[in-house]
């Protein structure tokens, strides 16, 4: 991805849901970084990083989604 806009990497908990505090916090943080004209590089799926994702491009901005093997298959990280 070539972009003139800063990529800013978004790393928390997979466990938030949509409601948490945590993640109302890190949707709002990705809108904020899209108003800002930055794009937000996530592992996207669930959680903090989800939120931020999709506050991003609510917001306008783009991502890039990074995912490891052990996610695709199902598996999960403690």
Do not use: C
């Amino acid at each position: 991805m070539k972009s003139e806009r800063p990529l800013i990497a978004v790393f928390g908990s997979s466990t938030a849901r949509e409601g948490d505090p945590a993640w109302t916090l890190a949707h709002a943080l990705g809108q904020e970084l899209a108003a800002g004209g930055a794009d937000v590089m996530t592992g996207g799926y669930h959680g903090v990083m989800g939120a931020a994702s999709r506050g991003a491009r609510e917001g306008g901005g783009g991502g890039v989604g990074v995912a490891v093997e052990l996610f695709e298959a199902g598996g999960a990280v403690n």
